[in-house]
DNA sequence: TCGACACTTAAGTCGTCGCTTGACTTTTGA
DNA sequence: TCAAAAGTCAAGCGACGACTTAAGTGTCGA
């Protein structure tokens, strides 16, 4: 795997590893909402919140655009995406390699000498 | 989301968040491993091999059984499979929800009107 | 039988994380 | 114009996490 894939995976998944977050990003699959909505959602203060925020944008899982006073955020599809990518190439993987191993496995008992 | 779902996805994003966790499960999607080929792989001692192993085993991302004095450990796709489903929930819902956002807005240039 | 081997467990260290408070900037509306 | 609203930044605190070392436990082979 290439270095900044790496990089991308441990922000992501270490995004990934908090409540709160998850809880960020299940409700803004739902729509937008201000940087105050999520605090009061989280029960957190306004500025751990944006802490959160912070650590969502880095890994792609959340955007957000101030206008005015007010700062926005939505989904961003792109950390979802990646993280969802390394989970299924390790599964597939895993699951092509037993599929060898089976076939490996029926071959031997088809042909017991060799 | 039920109660112990949460706790499911917690425990498999937390253990994920670590990269030298992600890499003996890269590792184990090729085949089985021990322990010490294990700790020799992450550069770190048995011991601390161990604790990791625990965290993959209580996400259900490694099962592991012990033989003798040697506990040979192997690819769980349970906590892969979960991961996957809880991300892929969230991005389709998202996706969805733009679809119908698409719709409406097709639906009011058609009748400006109401 | 006995020493080396493979792992396990406990305890301790050090850094990071999540959160708070408090001071600040910018924007808004009356 | 000015106070309240919305968010930003920095510092600090307590808890947790990833290591280590050190002292076990059980197993294998000579």
Redesign the pocket.
């Known amino acids: 795997m290439l270095k900044h894939e790496a990089e991308a995976a441990d922000r992501v998944f270490?995004a990934l590893?908090?409540?709160?977050?998850r809880a960020v990003i299940e409700r803004l699959t739902r729509g937008p909402a201000?940087?105050?909505?999520l605090?009061a959602l989280?029960?957190?203060?306004?500025?751990?919140?944006?802490?959160?925020?912070?650590?969502l944008q880095d890994s792609e899982l959340v955007r957000?655009e101030?206008?005015?006073?007010?700062?926005?955020c939505r989904i961003d599809t792109a950390g979802l995406r990646s993280a969802e990518a390394w989970l299924r190439r390790r599964r597939t993987e895993w699951e092509h390699r037993l599929d060898r191993l089976g076939a490996v496995l029926d071959d031997q008992t088809k042909e017991p000498g060799s």
């Not at 590893?17 to 977050?21: E, L, W």
């Not at 201000?34 to 909505?37: A, I, L, M």
């Not at 989280?42 to 650590?55: F, P, Y």
């Open positions: 270490h590893a908090d409540a709160n977050r201000t940087v105050s909505e605090a989280l029960g957190v203060t306004v500025a751990g919140t944006v802490q959160h925020l912070r650590v957000s101030k206008v005015g006073r007010v700062r926005t």
